[in-house]
């Protein structure tokens, strides 16, 4: 059995542990011997420092392989910030985005490979020897793709070019999430170099060629979408075999975590499980949602959709999702003709 995921962000992260812990457990032999495979967005890299820094990447990475902090969901466990503080001490900006000791050195390990000439897949393969995730991590791509937003006013206490409309400016998407908190209203998100981008080596060959595609309750707009706007991604999903089933990141009309409102708001879609689903419905077989929230108007091709738990509030609740998802394929993919269905 082949599964691959499109994610990002720390949901995702921790989606993907519950899913390899439910194949795992799994009494089928063809589910726990699972072949997986994450297709990471790249779109929040950003250079710091001299540094090349995939937060996903690493995020996913650390998460999978048992280095991450599990109470911020992101950055190394038993962390130490000695080389920030004296960056700080050198009066070396930004300081808002703050890389700890054992962090670095997974940046030095990146950029050395990439100064070196080799890409990013290659840089992550390196990385994933170390780590062991036991899952094959493919960046969506090894072009380099960043995501800047446009302010609708310049924060408050800033003397900056007016770049964009309404006197705001554009930032790198790290500045508006990490510093700014997505507390200023973005005019719009645009993933830079994207529409130039290539998928990475294996990307669209790990989805035509799963049985089931899977998208994790991530950000759909800065995680899940930047992956879908590498030129032949979305048309890999429309034309796969396999199911495509989503997990919603929006429970009674907020976000499961992060601010992903925020996103949201700026491509002018409101923040319900509805309206994320209709985001992907030219490639969407099936769909979770929570209790009480509502099911997405019919689309171009036929949706199933469960209610199901969705709060990860620990490890077993998080592998229960992950196996509903793969229940939910499952019934998918046992229908008659293409093996899709209707609504459960």
Not at 107 to 120: P, S
Request: overall charge negative.
């Amino acid at each position: 059995m082949r599964v691959t995921a499109l994610a990002g962000g720390v949901g995702g992260a921790r989606f993907l542990r519950g899913l390899l812990a439910a194949l795992r457990a799994d009494p089928d032999p063809a589910r726990r011997d699972a072949e997986v495979t994450v297709v990471v967005n790249t779109a929040d890299d950003v250079t710091l420092h001299g540094l090349r820094i995939s937060p996903d990447l690493d995020s996913v990475m650390y998460t999978l392989g048992g280095g991450i902090d599990e109470v911020r969901g992101w950055g190394r466990g038993e962390e130490s910030y000695g080389v920030a503080g004296e960056l700080a001490r050198y009066g070396r900006t930004p300081t808002w985005f703050t890389l700890g000791d054992k962090d670095i050195a997974t940046h030095l390990v990146r950029t050395q490979a990439l100064a070196e000439g080799r890409t990013l897949s290659e840089a992550t393969a390196e990385l994933c020897r170390r780590w062991r995730p036991g899952a094959r991590l493919l960046p969506m791509t090894d072009d380099v793709v960043e995501t800047h937003v446009d302010l609708a006013v310049v924060p408050e206490g800033e003397r900056a070019a007016h770049d964009g409309e309404a006197g705001g400016r554009r930032v790198h998407f790290q500045e508006w999430w990490v510093r700014l908190h997505a507390a200023v209203p973005a005019l719009a998100i645009e993933a830079v170099g994207a529409a130039r981008a290539r998928p990475a080596p294996g990307v669209l060959e790990a989805l035509r060629g799963a049985d089931v595609v899977v998208l994790p309750p991530s950000n759909p707009v800065v995680s899940i979408g930047s992956v879908l706007a590498v030129p032949g991604v979305r048309e890999a999903l429309r034309a796969t075999a396999a199911p495509v089933v989503g997990v919603s990141p929006v429970i009674g009309g907020a976000p499961v975590r992060g601010m992903a409102d925020a996103c949201l708001a700026a491509i002018g879609v409101p923040t319900t499980a509805a309206a994320v689903a209709g985001l992907y419905a030219d490639f969407l077989d099936g769909w979770l949602i929570a209790e009480g929230d509502e099911e997405p108007e019919p689309g171009p091709r036929p949706l199933a959709v469960r209610r199901r738990p969705l709060l990860m509030s620990d490890p077993a609740a998080t592998a229960a999702l992950a196996g509903a998802v793969l229940d939910l394929a499952a019934d998918l993919a046992a229908e008659l003709g293409a093996g899709r269905g209707g609504a459960a």
